[in-house]
């Protein structure tokens, strides 16, 4: 990737080490008979990139507008650095917004608008330019400055927008779905731009999408929302390699979910009977529900040649089919519809179409979850 057109250069650096910590208390949000938000704990340590994840309709937007104060909450506390702005107005929150229409205004060039934010806190017309001029430095549009929006690409639009969200160094930045208007190749650009400059500057983000991939790519922490509640919240591969259930499982990308008994735990690992796969032990994270599955996602399974041994069994292979960068093969194993996923189109093992082989995965590619559908 080309350098970044976003830099921290100019950017003040007397950020306290504590600042930009956002505390949300039993927090719920009801529009009528409506839980939209539903009694939600969260904590955003200083300089933490902390993504809410989850369907439409989950509560994201919701949690994200209590936090900036454009929405009242029914109950609960929000803090920002330890102290309770429940009572303050957006602006005396000392947050930096950037949601997903864009909302410049059209009639300001690009610097008008940037300086916007900075009249609202009155601050001195002199300080304002000069100030407002580094922030769009900072996002590559420093020779933009006098277009009006209309003048400028989506991408360029949505760095006024975040430039405009800095250029009052608040004490963290809340981003729904920022990139959500850009195509592909932009908004990947965006995301390694935003993270270096979120990096660079030390300050805390809590960012919203429904895009699992970006979420993985972004995030130190990500928190699975559904119907207003918090059913996962941990690093990015911890949510993804260990799914509490199998609806974190299925939400963060495909995976297989084989139903299972289990015979034995002992906190770290549990022995499961799969059925027609015989017996396996797998991961466990003490997870408690009615009914068991285990989780093995497509590209930890693996082809396996007779005698090999280990977890899995025989299989036949339904399908194959050639994705560009992968290879995606549909399987029977023991009563089981199972998919596999690799690089090499001719790996060793892999049978004909039709035609029978093994499959296996490795000891803790394998995750006991709940089964709640
Ligand atoms: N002003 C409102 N009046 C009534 N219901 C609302 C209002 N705003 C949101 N809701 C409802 O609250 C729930 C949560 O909405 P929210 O916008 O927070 O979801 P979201 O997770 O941001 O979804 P999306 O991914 O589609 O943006 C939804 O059921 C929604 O219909
Ligand atoms: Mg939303």
Redesign the pocket.
Known sequence: MSTSVISAESMPRTRAASRGAIELRSVSKN?GD?V?VDRLDLVVQPGEFVTLL?P???????TMMMVAGFEEHSAGSVLIDGQPVDTLPPRERNLGVVFQNYALFPHMSALENVEFALRMRKIPKNERRKRAEEALDRVGLGKMGSRKPRQLSGGQQQRVALARALVFNPAALLLDEPMAALDKRLREQMQEEIKTLQKSLGISVLFVT?DQDEAMAMSDRIVVMKDGKIVQSGPPEEVYNQPLTDWVASFLGDTNLIPCTVLERNGAEALVDLGGLGTARVADRGVEGENYAISIRPEHLKFRSAGEGGNGGAATLVSSTNLGATVRHRLTAGGQELQLRELSPDSAGRPAPGGQGFVGWDSGRAQLLVLES
């Open positions: 529009y409506v939209a989850g439409s309709g989950s509560g994201k937007t919701t429904h």
